[in-house]
């Protein structure tokens, strides 16, 4: 079988690349799986990683319809130790098992509907470790399961590491975004309070009609007295963060300062996007009882037991169409994915345009 994957390259020129390469599919390994991949979201950490320190604004085609590459300018200086070395992209995905090797437990996957996250997704084929594999109900689609472990991890990371550090009810920004939606939609099963902030009236309305309480948007006149107001109800102390640049996260800490519970208990501010790629600034009216710092899915799951991970996997599992789904504007062939029109939609993550590439076309 002829695999196809999506990769990226530095060059000594500066620029970095973008193409499909071909090659042969791997042979499996005695405990190994070939999954044919179906779908791949498009997920900020992907746009991240592919894109980097690229200048979107000088992105440009090389290529040919048949052999599809683009190109942009690097910003700042090359890594010399990445020029020349591709790299496959595509942190998760679902598909069909399509061949296996000769252990047991790759031999009970063939022919099943699994979900993994491992890299290299944007990928025809995919070879991987039979015990990586997360097996999806039957009947559900690899639409359905592309987005089993990022979203859903993080969403459930956020509200245990809301108890794990003693609070009691959380702030979200660009509460809008798919995985807004799905925390909102988590807290409201777990009886979590949650204010979610937004910048857009449409998006206020979307998480209110989805069952929100607390909903306060960031362009607002009113929007500081708001904010007070939510998280003195709540007495929420943790906020995480998409946004990352400009003042939104001080004048979080400042309006949870600003009532009693806030002003005596530790706050907590975690970033975890960076949406906004402006400077981070503060001025310093949220008290003395605060620290703030970067949010990582991995350093959760290395808190939590094996035990815990796997139920929280079957939990995402078992609500994967309910509480953890997630829905797609757009599906995209390999190809397609460096078409120039396609990334200047997914390379900025706006809201209601999350993109899924499907290898399989």
């Not at 350093?299 to 929280?312: E, G, H, P, R």
Request: glycine share 8%; proline share 2%; with cysteine.
């Amino acid at each position: 079988m002829e695999n196809r994957q999506l990769k990226s390259v530095l060059t000594e020129e500066g620029y970095l690349e973008l193409f499909l390469e071909s090659s042969d599919v791997p042979v499996c390994s005695e405990n190994d799986v070939i999954i044919e991949v179906q779908a791949a979201p498009i997920n900020p950490a992907d746009v991240l990683m592919m894109f980097g320190s690229a200048d979107i604004s000088t992105l440009e085609t090389i290529g040919t319809s048949d052999e599809p590459r683009i190109r942009a300018k690097v910003l700042g200086e090359i890594q010399q130790a990445r020029v020349g070395k591709s790299s496959p992209w595509g942190i998760e995905g679902a598909g069909i098992v399509v061949g296996t090797g000769e252990s047991d437990d790759a031999k009970s996957l063939m022919g099943k509907m699994v979900a993994v996250i491992g890299g290299s997704m944007y990928s025809r084929y995919r070879v991987i470790a039979a015990k990586d594999c997360l097996e999806l109900k039957e009947g559900i689609t690899a639409k359905e399961g592309a987005s089993c472990f990022v979203n859903p991890q993080t969403v459930i990371g956020m509200v245990e590491t809301m108890r794990m550090e003693g609070h009691s009810a959380l702030v979200h920004t660009a509460a809008a975004s798919s995985l807004g939606q799905m925390l909102q939609k988590f807290c409201l099963d777990e009886n979590v309070e949650l204010v979610n902030i937004v910048r857009r009236q449409e998006h206020v309305d979307l998480l209110k009609n989805n069952g929100a309480k607390y909903v306060c948007n960031s362009s607002s006149a009113s929007f500081f007295v708001e904010l007070a107001e939510a998280l003195g109800e709540t007495n929420a102390t943790i906020a995480f963060d998409a946004v990352g640049g400009g003042d939104l996260q001080g004048q979080i800490l400042t309006a949870m300062n600003a009532n009693s519970h806030g002003s005596t208990h530790h706050k907590q501010l975690y970033f975890y996007g960076n949406l906004d790629q402006s400077p981070t600034t503060f001025k310093h009216s949220f008290g003395g009882l605060w620290s703030m710092g970067r949010y990582q899915l991995g350093t959760f799951l290395k808190k939590i037991s094996q035990d815990a991970t796997v139920k929280m996997r079957q939990k995402i599992v078992s609500e994967i169409t309910s509480t953890f789904a997630t829905t797609y504007s757009k599906e995209l062939a390999l190809q397609e994915a460096l078409d120039l029109e396609a990334i200047a939609v997914y390379y900025r993550c706006p809201t209601g345009k999350k993109y899924l590439i499907n290898p399989s076309l």
